[in-house]
């Protein structure tokens, strides 16, 4: 494999990111009355690139305050205006795309010219397409003797995962934005960077004061605060299965709406009369993009027992030409943490416990990359769908593949899993691919190398969570529903 250096930050991000020792509340930035704060560390370089502060409950306290306080107005305003204001924003965030990618890239590790593509257009595409849908506040729905309108649920609170931070900043703000909600929005602990800059934005382009709340901090202190909170509405979350559940469990006494996107161990099923070299790559690519820290990544490679060598040998070519590292031709990037990349070796090293075969990748780091949290490409074979490398998330870039006998058996394995957050076919056709799909206990099904689409609901079944995020259905979300009961 082809590994090149990681570029040395020229400077601290510090210098282009502004009020990082500040909060942001009821549209002013705060200083932290508190000492504790929360070191954001770029992974390809292992330095020290600036300090948020770390919020108590004092400051969630005032937070929710100032976001219940704006409700009132802002969930009355027209569905023009949030549009509009929606709209700023985006082309805002247009303006100052290349921040937002170096903010993104120097906090979690994509490479920036990768960031730039995968972290930031998706997430300003996704922000305009919210704009159109300001006016489902204003629809009603006429019975009879009766009228059905939707409202506002009030005050939300957002917990938002590190590996792709803008992205689900946008599905959760943008939403609520649209639907006349307030927020209190915290970032992961190793990526508030760019939620700076989009609190910068919001200020510039006007949003009322109390509307939108930044509070970086612990999901110990912070997070459970807001899903504790009495006058938190609602909590939207991504992140873990794992702390989803103490999300859900401290939100259950308030009894507010809890929003969950949560793990995966996504499958993709190769059929017999696919082109397989095409199949191959596809999902190979979509493990590692992103360090393979995606919730929605194609774990499992399903592969007929008959083609199941030379697809280990094709994927196994396929992964060696991926350049790693933070310069123009990387790929993957490093680890997001020192402890993800622990995480992830510790379950290569499971794998290898468990009988399955190394084809490619392992424990050793990446020649020449010695500063760093990456891991290299990993690819097993042999692998049977009762491992734990199998059934865990591993969140990095290590691929299963799976032989079957049949699409019966291919259909069985796919849905044997706790998760069901993504899947995808590559078949003969489209239509043979759909027939599959439709099999899949999945919230999302890819078919011949489609690609991630903001257009489509996104969200998934048993484990991964509840509820959906983008289009209407995201919006959808954050309303309330209401029956006005009349007399003719």
Known sequence: MTYIKQKMAKELMTNTVNNLDKFYIDGQWLENPNAEQLAVINPAT??????????????????????????????????????????????????????????????????????????????????????????????????????????AIGVCAFINPWNFPLHQFVGKVGAALAAGCTMVVKPSE?????????????????????????????????????????????????????AG???????????????????????????????????????????????????????????????????VALAKSVAEQLVIGTGDDAFLG???????????????????????????????????????????????????????????????PVLCIIPYQGLAQAIEIANDSPYGLSSAVFAENDESACAIARKIRAGQCFINGGEFNYNAPFGGYKQSGNGREFTGLGVDEFLETKAIITTA
């Open 46 to 151: 292992e330095e020290v690139i600036g300090y948020a502060p770390s919020g108590d409950k004092q400051v969630v306290e005032q937070a929710v305050a100032a976001a219940k306080k704006a409700f009132p107005l802002w969930s009355q305003t027209s569905a023009a205006m949030r549009k509009a204001l929606i709209l700023r924003i985006a082309d805002e965030m247009t303006n100052r795309q290349d921040e937002l990618a170096q903010a993104v890239s120097q906090s979690m590790g994509c490479p920036t010219h990768v960031a730039s593509w995968l972290h930031i257009e998706g997430a300003i595409y996704a922000m305009t397409l919210f704009a159109e849908q300001s006016e489902v506040t204003e629809k009603i729905e006429r019975g009879d003797k009766c009228m059905i309108v939707q409202e």
């Open 190 to 242: 190793q990526t508030p960077l760019q939620d700076y800059i989009m609190a910068e934005i919001f200020e510039k382009c006007g949003l009322p004061a109390g509307v939108f709340n930044l509070v970086p901090g612990t999901g110990l202190v912070v997070g459970d605060a807001l899903s504790r909170h009495a006058d938190v509405d609602m909590v939207s979350f991504t992140g873990s299965t794992q």
């Open 245 to 311: 559940i103490k999300v859900a469990q401290a939100a259950a006494p308030t009894v507010k709406r809890v929003m969950q996107e949560l793990g995966g161990k996504s499958p993709f099923i190769i059929t017999e009369d696919a082109d397989l070299a095409a199949a191959v790559q596809y999902g190979v690519e979509d493990v590692m993009l992103n360090s393979g820290q995606s919730c929605n990544t194609l774990a499992r490679m399903l592969v007929p027992q008959a083609q199941y060598n030379e697809a």
């Open 334 to 396: 490093p680890m997001s943490s020192k402890t993800q990349q622990q995480r992830v070796l510790d379950y290569i090293q499971i794998g290898i416990d468990e009988g399955a075969t190394l084809v490619c990748g392992g424990l050793e780091k990446p020649a020449a990359l010695e500063t760093g949290f990456y891991v290299q490409p990993t690819i097993f074979a042999n692998v049977t769908n009762d491992m734990r490398i199998a059934q865990e998330e591993i969140f990095g």
